[in-house]
Nanobody
Framework: VQVVESGGGLVQAGGSLRLSCAAS????????IGWFRQAPGKEREVVSC????????YVPESVKGRFTISNDHAKSAVYLQMDNLKIEDTAVYYC?????????????????WGQGTQVTVSP
């Protein structure tokens, strides 16, 4: 199983970015894909996840209304649309795959991780 992130970069506050996660080596429709982020000196936290089985999603309050997760079964891809970005959104963003849906997409459920993509939001 492999997941590869792309789409990070530098954006001004208030701007938008779309991250992509390409999954391979798995039956896409059987898995949950999550997006996490880790800022320097902070723990890795979930920002969104989606079940490819039934389409249910989880978005924490910290990003609700600004981040939207979606998937494309034909491309075995999951996307994270990030709007109205804030300086505090600056972090390395990781895509991860889990075989089951876990409550609030706790990271312990996710066994396969990408290398991460840097998102930097400037003033």
């Amino acid at each position: 199983v492999q997941v590869v992130e792309s789409g990070g970069g530098l954006v001004q506050a208030g701007g938008s970015l779309r991250l992509s996660c390409a999954a391979s080596g798995l039956i896409f429709g059987d898995w949950t894909i999550g997006w996490f982020r880790q800022a320097p000196g902070k723990e890795r936290e979930v920002v969104s996840c989606i079940s490819n089985v039934d389409g249910r999603t989880y978005v924490p309050e910290s990003v609700k209304g600004r981040f939207t997760i979606s998937n494309d079964h034909a491309k075995s891809a999951v996307y994270l649309q990030m709007d109205n970005l804030k300086i505090e959104d600056t972090a390395v963003y990781y895509c991860a795959a889990a075989r089951v849906w876990g409550r609030r997409c706790t990271k312990s459920y996710f066994g396969f991780w990408g290398q991460g993509t840097q998102v930097t939001v400037s003033p």
